[in-house]
Structure formats: C-alpha cells, structure tokens
Nanobody
C-alpha cells in the first residue's frame, strides 16, 4: 500500500506562492495518474491538476497559467507549484495516486489559506 505524505501548505497573501509536495512511500515506476484535488469550505472535492502515466499534464481551468505540476523520479515526489494565489484557492489540498485504474490512494490533506 502506497502512503502519500504531503507538505508545503500554509497561509499566504493574495498574489503569493506556495509549493506543495507529495512524497510516495515506495518507488513509483508506472501509474495511471498522480495529482492534486482540493476541497474548499462547503464545496465538493475537485481535481486541480494531475500527471498521467504518459507524462500528460491536466489542469482545471481555474488554475491554468498559475499552477505547475511536476514529478521528481529520483525521490518519488510530486510537486504542485501555486502562484498568483487568490482567496478562492483556499482549500484543503489532497494528493491522489492511481497506480492502476482499479486502485487509488489519498494523502491526508494539507491546508492552503490565501488571505490578507
């Protein structure tokens, strides 16, 4: 069972930046997708960005041009760089890993708060 450890969240002012990390507990060779979801106050959980197994990156429209997703194969860590943050980006961000279409793992969630 893969464990996902998230880090990098916190409080940031509007316009600021953060980098979230998601470290996997074992070597990652192949997968269907690896990415981030978020859940804002009284909102459903939504996809933010993900990398597919063939290297394709997918972003929700609300974060295009502001967020970047990347993967470090040497450390089995996936990163989400958040820039030009807005108050509406405030949410708990969850790392999501799908080694196959039938398996799925979630991180514990990490808070990102964008406020003055």
């Amino acid at each position: 069972q893969v464990q996902l450890v998230e880090s990098g969240g916190g409080l940031v002012q509007p316009g600021g930046s953060l980098r979230l990390s998601c470290a996997a507990s074992e070597k990652i060779d192949t997968f269907v997708s690896w990415g981030w979801y978020r859940q804002g106050p009284e909102k459903p959980r939504e996809l933010v960005a993900r990398i597919t197994g063939d290297g394709t990156t997918i972003f929700v429209d609300a974060v295009k041009g502001r967020f970047t997703i990347s993967r470090d194969t040497a450390t089995d860590t996936m990163y989400l760089a958040l820039e030009k943050l807005k108050p509406q980006d405030t949410a708990v961000y969850f790392c999501n890993f799908r080694p196959t279409s039938a398996m799925e793992y979630w991180g514990q969630g990490i808070q990102v708060t964008v406020a003055s």
